[in-house]
């Protein structure tokens, strides 16, 4: 019986040591875990402190600066014309053309001056202005093609001969025909 009961005594004093050898463990691994949740908590609210500083600074500049009065409209800036780019014609083309009023002719020397505003052509036939305005200098016997300018009937005319009747604002539409080193060909009469 003696042997019964130090074999019980030292089995109990085997489960005590177990059981003191894994406490320390468990109780760390619980520290370390309420470490972690206590640095995310801190993390979170610097973070939210952070976040209602910078909305509370944004606020208050934008209330000092309508603290001042109705600010006045800045004035926008009239968008620029776009800038002139000569058509040149396509692979396997000879010509590339421009649709524009050709207008406010001046006779230079064997030069005529002409303004062109640009056309973008539709498919029914209108055209409207693309904003886009140029000056052409030519050799007066750049050649014309004409039908309402010539009284109705299609006939081929110089440039230098039209002078007077393209001297005044935008009327008469021409295709403008560009070779492909940029210099007009031909001037054709459209509509």
Do not use: C
């Amino acid at each position: 019986m003696a042997d019964e009961t130090e074999l019980g005594w030292r089995l109990a004093e085997l489960a005590e040591s177990g059981r003191s050898h894994t406490v320390p463990l468990a109780a760390h691994r619980v520290r370390a875990r309420g470490e972690q949740r206590l640095r995310r908590r801190r993390t979170t609210l610097v973070t939210a402190v952070a976040s209602l500083a910078a909305a509370l600074v944004a606020g208050g500049l934008a209330l000092a600066g309508s603290a001042h009065g109705p600010q006045q409209p800045t004035a926008t800036p009239a968008p620029a014309p776009p800038p002139f780019v000569r058509p040149s014609p396509g692979p396997g083309e000879e010509y590339a053309s421009e649709l524009g009023y050709v207008y406010g002719a001046v006779a230079e020397g064997d030069t005529v001056r002409v303004t062109v505003r640009q056309l973008r052509g539709t498919i029914r036939g209108t055209a409207s202005p693309t904003g886009v305005v140029h000056a052409l200098t030519l050799p007066r016997a750049t050649l014309v093609e004409t039908r309402r300018l010539s009284g109705g009937h299609p006939a081929d005319m110089q440039l230098g001969q039209l002078v007077e009747r393209l001297a005044d604002g935008p009327r008469w539409t021409f295709w403008i025909d560009y070779d492909n080193e940029g210099r007009v060909e031909s001037l054709r009469e459209a509509g």
